[in-house]
């Protein structure tokens, strides 16, 4: 027996016997009358994005902050009707900044110079046809866009993913407890409990991608793997 404890303890796993006078263990309603066993486990599942956001928007410089902001307004109208055309859905377009800005000129011992204005207007696109992505950029670009970010490549519907996570966490979990049952010369009688520690869905930093002319073609976005994770405690009883 002693052999055994001191292969499961090189195994790392958590474990206490039980306490003569059965106590209950926390956050588990039954007292145990065997011996505890506390696992943690994590299942991985992985999908190719289906969702690209791109932030696209246009930048533009004037004399005079009225001027910016007109002619912005003017160049900006043409890139939303072409999301439209490109049958982007009013629910997947969103403004997600504007901006006006003074610039200066600086010259030595001179107090600084106003030069103009600068307006800024952004919008956050979900493209949900991967795809096509890069026409519609190349598009955009054509009808007055200067500024285009991203993209964020992302899952539209995780759930069943996160589900398929799931199960693979807890056969992981149940395998492990079985190997550590053996190693101690004993079985595992039952799970006790089971706790999710919440789900890793990590949304990948955007690429920067800068356009200031049309280019000959759209760009390529290509979506690649992400890998979805869910980690579980789990509690079991051994004899």
């Known amino acids: 027996m002693k052999h055994a404890l001191l292969a499961a303890l090189a195994l790392g796993s958590v474990i ?3 306490a003569a006078s059965a106590q209950t263990a926390p956050g ?22 289906d969702v690209a956001i791109i932030t696209a928007g246009v930048v533009t410089r004037a004399a005079s902050a009225t001027a910016s902001l007109q002619q912005n ?66 598009a955009l670009v054509a009808e007055g866009a200067n500024s285009i970010n991203g993209p964020n490549l992302t899952i539209d519907k995780p759930d069943e993913a996160l589900d398929e996570a799931r199960a693979k966490a807890l056969g992981i979990g149940r395998a492990r407890a079985e190997l550590y049952a053996k190693a101690l010369g004993m079985r595992v009688v039952r799970l006790l409990s089971v706790s999710e520690s919440g789900g890793n869905y990590p949304v990948p930093p955007p690429m920067p ?5 049309r280019a000959q073609a759209g760009p390529k976005i290509d979506p690649g793997e992400q890998k979805l994770s869910v980690s579980l405690g789990m509690v079991f009883e051994l004899r």
Do not use: C
């Not at 991608?209 to 002319?213: D, H, K, L, P, S």
């Open 209 to 213: 991608m800068m356009m200031e002319a």
């Open 28 to 49: 588990i309603a039954q007292p145990i009358a065997g011996t505890r066993l506390d696992i943690s486990a994590t299942g991985e599942a992985t999908r190719v994005p």
């Open 16 to 18: 206490a016997p039980a």
């Open 73 to 138: 307004a003017t160049r900006m109208e043409r890139v939303r009707a072409a999301l439209k055309r490109a049958g982007i859905a009013d629910r997947d377009i969103q403004t997600s900044n504007i901006s006006l800005n003074p610039e200066y000129r600086y010259v030595q011992d001179q107090p600084p110079q106003l030069t103009g204005y600068t307006a800024s207007n952004q919008l956050s696109v979900r493209f949900r046809d991967i795809a096509k992505s890069g026409d519609i950029l190349d």
